[in-house]
């Protein structure tokens, strides 16, 4: 017969419950550890796919500038550059040639109000644009403002500038008013 006899001053107590929280606990912890360690692997994946992209972007940027430096070099031979100039002196020439004068002066009678006749016409191309320089007689300045009201309010013309207003000296049938002013003509 086997007696059971407790020598120990505290009596035997049970961790069961401590044991179960504490391994719930550190299984827990283990999963966000190999959460955060996944996030991790595909923030690295991810960021290493972009320097990858980043270096190639670079190449490319680098091969194109040196391309263009090599075209730059090319067209900036003697013979190049005298065949652009040439071909930018016909393109003027060109387009100087192909203004028509017949829709200006239509436009221009759209805008033309009574007591106000044109006296002298410049155009002049500038850069894609067509700058015309009006020199006008008007038989009174109700009609000189009305003209350049009319011109400002044009489809056709625009950034109308005032050059210079003068009264005429000659009194034997002369415009009393000359006005000359610029304004940009379009095309369309």
Do not use: C
Not at 5 to 16: C, D, G, I, M
Not at 19 to 25: E, F, P, Q, R, T
Not at 34 to 53: C, F, I, P, S, T
């Amino acid at each position: 017969m086997r007696v059971r006899l407790n020598l120990a001053t505290k009596p035997l107590e049970a961790h069961r419950k401590f044991v179960a929280a504490s391994g719930l606990v550190g299984a827990v912890a283990f999963l966000i550890f190999l959460g955060l360690g996944w996030h991790v692997y595909l923030a690295r994946k991810a960021n290493a796919e972009m320097r990858a992209r980043t270096e190639k972007i670079h190449q490319e940027i680098s091969n194109l500038a040196q391309k263009r430096a090599s075209l730059e070099l090319f067209f900036h031979l003697d013979e190049n550059a005298k065949l652009h100039d040439r071909a930018a002196f016909i393109n003027n020439l060109i387009d100087a040639r192909s203004f028509n004068w017949t829709k200006m002066f239509m436009d221009l009678e759209e805008v033309l109000p009574a007591g106000v006749r044109v006296v002298s016409i410049e155009p002049k191309q500038e850069k894609g644009h067509v700058e015309v320089k009006f020199t006008i007689g008007a038989t009174s300045n109700e009609a000189k403002v009305k003209f350049i009201k009319a011109l400002e309010d044009s489809k056709t013309f625009s950034h109308v500038q005032l050059v210079n207003t003068r009264l005429s000296t000659t009194a034997t049938g002369g415009d009393p008013i000359l006005v000359e002013l610029i304004a940009e003509y379009s095309r369309t």
